[in-house]
């Protein structure tokens, strides 16, 4: 499995940016796909993910409302719109897919099966 994502970027408080992330290498029609995010000296944390079937939405209350999470079943790609980006929000973010049954497990970082590469989002204020 192969995840690539691109998007990340430098932008101001209260900007925007959109990350992608493509999918390759199997089918994850019972999969989750999602994101974590990493900020310096801090421990990965859940941030949204969405089911391949049924495109079921889940996220975390610090990016609730400010971001969404959508998915091209045709292109394997994921996507997270981001807005109203707060300097907190800086951060490496990671793609990751995950068994369904990992929505029921409070977005276990443990639960992920398979990461890709980062991308760095930093937001000045």
């Known amino acids: 499995v192969q995840l690539q994502a691109s998007g990340g970027g430098a932008v101001q408080a209260g900007g925007s940016l959109r990350l992608s992330c493509a999918a390759s290498g199997r089918t994850f029609s019972s999969y989750v796909m999602g994101w974590f995010r990493q900020a310096p000296g801090k421990e990965r944390e859940f941030v949204a993910a969405i089911t391949w079937r049924g495109g079921n939405t889940y996220y975390a209350k610090y990016v609730k409302g400010r971001c969404t999470i959508s998915r091209d079943n045709a292109e394997n790609t994921v996507y997270l719109q981001m807005n109203s980006l707060k300097p907190e929000d800086t951060a490496v973010y990671y793609c990751?897919?995950?068994?369904?049954?990992?929505?029921?497990?409070?977005?276990?970082?443990?639960?992920?099966?398979?990461w890709g590469k980062g991308t760095q989002v930093t937001v000045s204020s």
């Open positions: 990751a897919v995950a068994p369904e049954t990992f929505v029921y497990s409070g977005y276990d970082v443990d639960a992920v099966d398979y």
